[in-house]
Nanobody, 124 residues
Framework: QVQVVESGGGLVQAGGSLRLSCTAS????????MGWFRQAPGKERDFVAS????????DYEDSVKGRFTISRDNAKNAQYLQVNSLKPEDTAVYYC?????????????????WGQGAQVTVSS
């Protein structure tokens, strides 16, 4: 069983930055396809970004392209979502997801393992 844990959420002013971290117990991040999703109050959980195990191929939801960057540090066994130029509409609970598959249809949200979420609040 893989336990996924997010960290790094918080309260930030519009235009600010945060770095969300994700770890997966029992696995190295290099052996996982991973993604980030977010859920704003009263809304469904939406895809944000993904990185595939196979080839480190990344994908981003259109509204975060150029502002968010997903990456992983194999030496630290952690995956990151750097979020820059934050907007109030980015306020949400951010979830990290992971799967052992080499490639995941990330936008479908079909990941085996999910974290508990990290709150990101952007004030205007």
């Amino acid at each position: 069983q893989v336990q996924v844990v997010e960290s790094g959420g918080g309260l930030v002013q519009a235009g600010g930055s945060l770095r969300l971290s994700c770890t997966a117990s029992g696995r190295t991040v290099s052996s996982l396809s991973m993604g980030w999703f977010r859920q704003a109050p009263g809304k469904e959980r939406d895809f944000v970004a993904s990185i595939q195990r196979n080839g480190d191929i990344t994908d981003y939801e259109d509204s975060v392209k150029g502002r968010f960057t997903i990456s992983r540090d194999n030496a630290k066994n952690a995956q990151y979502l750097q979020v820059n130029s934050l907007k109030p509409e980015d306020t949400a609970v951010y979830y990290c997801a992971a799967d052992e598959a080499a490639w995941v249809n990330a936008r479908s949200g079909i990941y085996n393992y999910w974290g508990q979420g990290a709150q990101v609040t952007v004030s205007s």
